[in-house]
């Protein structure tokens, strides 16, 4: 039978799930049980990848779980970030879309032109100078994979720059929420865009939105941080075939790349899960209203499931004892980068906000 073939994912599932439950069960222990309140403060995403990382690096995960874990962070996922959709509005998204795009192309450019000055001077190998940039500025692994068959980097260099922003990914994931709400005083759209350019991966600017939900109660944020790394993603477009002229211009023959290939297509998704939201409360406005609404917080419940799901398998997969055996000039650059995309984040939305107030 066909669907034989898909039981190997689900021992790693089943494992993410059950760290979920973990967290979420630690979670409500500390935050209702011992610190009195009505609401954990807590983030669930947060001790989910913690609880990960944690158990990842002190026990061996077993090759029978492997395939579910990756699956957990790519599919379910990306299934988490549609899911997410139902809780905006159409006119929202374009919003949010016309604020974010100058932003995001900002800090791509000055991203890059920092990173190319910084790589001269620490003597960094061209091709891995190239997959720091593009995992900086787009979107983390995913634009290092679609980036590596271009300019035939090698495998050694694929998972220095994957692990590079791995770790500085995880650092402004846990930092950022915090750091933001105290910056931008709590306004969701300016904590929302910082989240969604300065962050690297799609997952962990998920997991930073989910995490400043929870403690701050604003899926506004979320919604803001999302379609703006939503956007971002996008960005890929434009950037691989670029990175391949650059790379390969003035030999016999480039490389090939596929614009089908490297289109993150659940951002359709995420947009569909909007306009099913917009039809269904204009459907539903003066019949079966309730169940309706009652379907609309089962999606938004089962985002977070999802997303939790997907941060705890990451965590599992984050092996530390790998980072000891490389060199610490490719991840100065990293540092560079991080902090260079955080503070042109910053200096835009101040200019936006002296412009617009």
Not at 223 to 241: G, H, Q
Request: aromatic fraction near 12%.
């Amino acid at each position: 039978m066909s669907y034989k073939k898909y039981l190997v994912f689900l021992p790693g599932i089943i494992l993410a799930f059950v760290l979920y439950t973990l967290s979420q069960g630690i979670n409500n222990i500390i935050g209702i049980e011992l610190l009195g309140y009505e609401k954990s403060p807590i983030s669930t995403a947060m001790i989910a990848i913690l609880f990960g990382i944690l158990l990842g690096n002190i026990f061996q995960i077993r090759n029978l779980f492997l395939k579910g874990l990756n699956f957990a962070q790519s599919n379910i996922l990306k299934l988490g970030i549609i899911c997410l959709g139902i809780q905006l509005k159409p006119f929202e998204f374009l919003e949010f879309g016309a604020i974010a795009i100058p932003l995001i192309i900002i800090c791509i450019v000055s991203v890059l032109i920092v990173i190319k000055v910084l790589v001269k001077k620490l003597n960094i190998p061209r091709r891995m100078s190239y997959l720091i940039s593009i995992g900086s500025t787009v979107c983390g692994t995913t634009a290092i994979m679609a980036t590596a068959p271009v300019i035939g980097a090698k495998k050694n260099e694929i998972s220095y720059a994957v692990a590079n922003i791995t770790i500085f990914g995880i650092l402004s994931m846990l930092i950022y929420p915090y750091f933001a709400n105290f910056y931008f005083n709590g306004e969701s759209l300016l904590v929302g865009l910082f989240l969604g350019t300065s962050i690297h991966e799609t997952a962990q600017v998920a997991a930073a939105g989910l995490i400043y939900d929870q403690q701050f109660n604003s899926p506004e944020t979320l919604n803001i941080a999302t379609v703006t790394k939503l956007i971002r993603n996008t960005f890929l477009i434009i950037m691989i075939p670029l990175f391949a002229f650059l790379y390969n211009r003035g030999q016999v023959k480039e490389k090939k790349y596929s614009i089908i290939s490297i289109f993150p297509y659940f951002v359709l998704g995420f947009v569909g899960m909007i306009i099913i939201r917009n039809v269904g409360d204009n459907i539903f406005i003066t019949s079966q209203n309730e169940i309706w609404a009652n379907t609309v917080i089962n999606i938004k419940f089962l985002s977070k499931i999802f997303l939790t799901m997907a941060m705890a398998a990451i965590g599992l997969s984050t092996n530390l004892r790998d980072i000891k055996n490389m060199g610490y000039k490719p991840f100065v650059v990293g540092f560079v980068a991080m902090a260079t995309v955080g503070l042109i984040s910053i200096t835009t939305i101040e200019v936006y906000i002296n412009f617009f107030n």
